[in-house]
């Protein structure tokens, strides 16, 4: 009982804690040249979840990007870090995002996770566009639709591996003991069956990230964003936990968007795209 009663405090100090975010419209763009703007004759709306698909092509577009511009001031200077850039991610379809140091990639990512707000453009997520919802709305798009991993694994260091996986389910309203059912099963399903009373600093870095990909994945996530989710681990453990992740994603058909600097780890995914020019380009 004392789990439970740790994880229902718990609960209730992250319902307090909703992310306030910036709940400005964001402008309409024009779509420019690159990763190609939605032809809207073609598109067509199917299912619960309303997502458009393309004809002709394999996976559903769960997530459109138009004219998506981020720009930081910095004294006197403007930065413009993503300028009118255009992407589009299928379901079932893993991308690997490369690009040098400092082009934007985690700027991408936090955005499109809608962790961050642009300066400009749109995000269409379904049939949703994410500039014209409040902050419940989008917290809630986040929280249904979105799964995010970091370079670092973020768990909560008092709480077990399956009560850091049941958290997204609580949050979302799911009770705690079907939470910490399915909390169980992913972990299992992660190669962690004999890990889940581990506390993070129990487990080797390997295994907080399968509990990190754990997490992102429980609440059934449409999208999936990661931030070099192996940055921190050495080659063989960032090769077996990315074989994992693909797998996982691929199993599910969710539509995926995963920075790497390890070229050869990008290989192993459906395309690639470069940030160059603050757009997104065919590598
Ligand atoms: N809050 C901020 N204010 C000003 N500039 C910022 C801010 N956040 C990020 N930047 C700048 O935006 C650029 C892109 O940063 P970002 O972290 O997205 O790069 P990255 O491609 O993820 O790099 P890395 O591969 O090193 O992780 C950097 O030049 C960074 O200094
Ligand atoms: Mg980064």
């Known amino acids: 009982m004392h789990e439970t009663g740790t994880l229902s405090a718990l609960f209730k100090r992250h319902s307090m804690d909703v992310q306030v975010q910036d709940d400005r419209q964001i402008q309409q763009q024009p779509s420019s040249e690159n990763e190609g ?33 981020k720009k930081y001031q910095q004294g006197t200077r403007t930065l413009n870090i993503l300028q009118k850039l255009n992407l589009r991610l299928r379901a079932g379809e893993i991308t690997a995002l490369v690009g040098p140091s400092g082009s934007g990639k985690s700027t991408l990512l936090h955005i499109l996770g ?41 768990l909560l260091p008092e709480f077990s591996a399956v009560e850091n996986v049941a958290l997204p389910l609580i949050i979302s309203g799911t009770n705690m003991r079907e939470s910490r ?30 509990v990190a990909i754990a997490r992102a994945l429980v609440n059934q996530p449409k999208l999936l964003f990661a931030d070099e989710p192996t940055g921190n681990l050495d080659p063989e453990t960032s090769q077996e936990v990315f074989e994992i992740l ?38």
């Open 37 to 69: 703007a939605p032809e809207d004759k073609n598109w067509k709306t199917s299912g619960v979840f309303r997502v458009r698909r393309f004809k002709g092509m394999e996976g559903e577009i769960l997530l459109t990007v138009q004219g998506l511009e």
């Open 114 to 154: 809608l962790l961050d707000t642009p300066t400009g453009g749109q995000i269409i997520i379904g049939d949703q566009i994410v500039g014209k919802m409040n902050d419940r709305a989008r917290t809630r798009l986040r929280n249904q639709t979105i799964g995010f991993v970091y370079q670092f694994h973020h």
């Open 181 to 210: 059912d399915r909390a169980e099963e992913y972990l299992k399903t992660m190669g962690l069956a004999e890990r889940l009373k581990h506390r993070p600093s129990e487990l080797s870095g390997g295994e907080q990230q399968r």
């Open 246 to 283: 693909l797998e996982q994603v691929h199993n599910r058909g969710i539509g995926a968007l995963i920075a790497t600097h390890n070229i050869s780890l990008a290989e192993e995914m459906d395309r690639i795209l470069e940030l160059k020019g603050g757009k997104l380009v065919p590598y």
